[in-house]
């Protein structure tokens, strides 16, 4: 099992930075491929970025390319969202998610849908006012 912890949200303003964290226990980002989800009042939980098991592939939404950048250090089981330039259409409800690949031991892979996930934090809000 695994337990996905998130924090960094808040409230900024428009053209200011956050940094959200989310530390994982149970299972190691060896095994995993990671992804950051959001979701809006009144929209669907959209895609917002996606790391593989390696690290080495990234893939982003065209909103926040140029903008939002993921990372992830293994030795603390943490990923990170370096969000810079915000907006306020970048504010919603944000949400790290794993996919578990343990027992597979080959390729790279990205994933970019919802229901490609397996685990999933709890939210963390980040409100841009203009």
């Known amino acids: 099992q695994v337990q996905l912890i998130e924090s960094g949200g808040g409230l900024v303003q428009a053209g200011d930075s956050l940094r959200l964290s989310c530390a994982a226990s149970?299972?190691?980002?060896?095994?995993?491929?990671m992804g950051w989800f959001r979701q809006a009042p009144g929209k669907e939980r959209e895609f917002v970025v996606a790391?593989?098991?390696?690290?080495?592939?990234?893939a982003y939404a065209d909103s926040v390319k140029g903008r939002f950048t993921i990372s992830r250090d293994t030795a603390k089981n943490t990923v990170y969202l370096q969000m810079n330039k915000l907006k306020p259409e970048d504010t919603a409800v944000y949400y790290c998610?794993?996919?578990?690949?343990?027992?597979?031991?080959?390729?790279?892979?990205?994933?970019?849908?919802?229901?490609?996930?397996?685990?999933w934090g709890q939210g963390t809000t980040v409100t841009v006012s203009s």
């Open positions: 149970g299972r190691t980002f060896s095994d995993v491929a």
């Open positions: 998610a794993v996919r578990n690949l343990r027992g597979i031991t080959y390729g790279d892979r990205l994933y970019r849908e919802k229901s490609e996930y397996d685990y």
């Open positions: 790391i593989s098991r390696s690290g080495g592939n990234t």
